[in-house]
């Protein structure tokens, strides 16, 4: 199928709507860009962090071996904008759509909860999520409310450090999160790409999977990626002004 390039003519929003009430297993994949409205900072592109901040001091174990301090105080300075932060309607649409049964998981590489918060119930966190944490001596393990108030926080059960429950540069990814991301993408027969660089494997690799296994890829974004010549349709707006439209035009808000 040729790819179709559009911005936001109501007649997008009309076709989105109609593969998505004819597609009999629709999923999601969503990147830094679907809470860029709610004020958090995507990672690349103009404004992103790894504009500001080199990921190698920050997201890797190496950096967090050598300097816990410093990662801990980006994780909370990141905490805190998240914690600030309220789900805009692309969470808000996106959750109503599952609640609603027309579409399955959210699979997500954002760590922030965001789509959680808006009420989404199944969704699948690649990357981790930034509330969690985890002692690098033991098994202790829990969910954080609020950031930590002291500097890199300590395991109440060995007095090890914590880290924060996310996923960094050169981990694996969760194992039940990406087995089961992989197996949704290839039994989609639509997958919505939402505000990701696809930059980043193997979450990129996921609508590659759907369309191989002969669902339809459709993209919103609005800078291109790489998969834009492979996807069915590629919007090229903002998720927030996007999904305000796709929730009027399905009835959801
Ligand atoms: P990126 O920061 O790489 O990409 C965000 C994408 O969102 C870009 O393509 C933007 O054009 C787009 N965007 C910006 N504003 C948008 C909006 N309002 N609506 C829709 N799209 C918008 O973020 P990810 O692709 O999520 O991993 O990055 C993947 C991973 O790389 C992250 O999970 C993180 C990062 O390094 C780790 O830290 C392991
Ligand atoms: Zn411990």
Known sequence: MNTW??????????????????????????????????????????????????????????????????????????????????????????????????????????????????????????????????????????KLDSPPEEIPPRCPECGSLLRPGVVWFGEPLPEQAIRRALQEASHAKLILVVGTSLQVYPAAYLPVLTKNYGGHVVIINPTPTPLDDEADLVIRREAGEFFEKLGKELGLI
């Open 5 to 142: 390039v559009v911005t936001l003519g109501e007649d997008a929003v009309k076709m989105v709507a109609q593969w998505i009430r004819e597609s009999s297993y629709t999923v999601v994949l969503t990147g830094a860009g679907v809470s860029a409205e709610s004020g958090i900072p995507t990672f690349r592109g103009r404004d992103g962090l790894w504009n500001k901040y080199r990921p190698e001091e920050l997201a890797t174990p190496e950096a967090f071996n050598s300097n816990p301090k410093r990662v801990w105080e980006w994780y909370k300075w990141r905490m805190e904008l998240i914690a600030k932060a309220q789900p805009n309607l692309a969470h808000i649409v996106l959750a109503k759509m599952q609640q609603k049964d027309t579409i399955g998981p959210i699979i997500t590489q954002n760590v922030d909860g965001l789509h959680q918060r808006a009420g989404a119930v199944d969704v699948v966190e690649l990357h981790g999520n930034i509330w969690r944490v985890k002692c690098i001596s033991c098994s202790y393990a829990s």
